[in-house]
């Protein structure tokens, strides 16, 4: 599966933005999609995922109530992670991974998932 994250730049503070990932090759049927970012100096963090099929989403508590991740119902290829409210903090860049076997004690955990896309750079100003 080959992913790729588009959607990001810059923004205000408070502003928002959404970000889309998209798979080439075959839909998200059956898979957990996950997303994560990284600030520069630091390591990955998880930030929210969903399993297509059920939809049942999580969320890392920072972003709690601030973004959603969605399925496309028309296109099975696509995820969204809309973020509002957006903080300085979130300045990232942002990646989509999936797999299809994860459970869910290992969805914040970057290891469980097999395929990563590009990230997308997402930057906050003050």
């Known amino acids: 599966v080959q992913l790729q994250a588009s959607g990001g730049g810059l923004v205000q503070v408070g502003g928002s933005l959404r970000l889309s990932c998209a798979a080439s090759?075959?839909?998200?049927?059956?898979?957990?999609v996950g997303w994560f970012r990284q600030a520069p100096g630091k390591g990955r963090e998880f930030v929210a995922t969903?399993?297509?099929?059920?939809?049942?989403?999580?969320y890392a508590d920072s972003v709690k109530g601030r973004f959603t991740t969605s399925r496309d119902n028309a296109d099975k290829s696509v995820v969204y992670l809309q973020m509002n409210s957006l903080k300085p903090e979130d300045t990232a860049v942002y990646y989509c991974?999936?797999?299809?076997?994860?459970?869910?004690?290992?969805?914040?955990?970057?290891?469980?998932?097999?395929?990563w896309g590009q990230g997308t750079q997402v930057t906050v100003s003050s």
């Open positions: 969903i399993r297509w099929n059920s939809r049942h989403t999580y």
């Open positions: 090759g075959r839909t998200f049927d059956n898979y957990v």
């Open positions: 991974a999936a797999s299809r076997t994860i459970i869910v004690s290992q969805y914040t955990n970057e290891n469980a998932y097999a395929y």
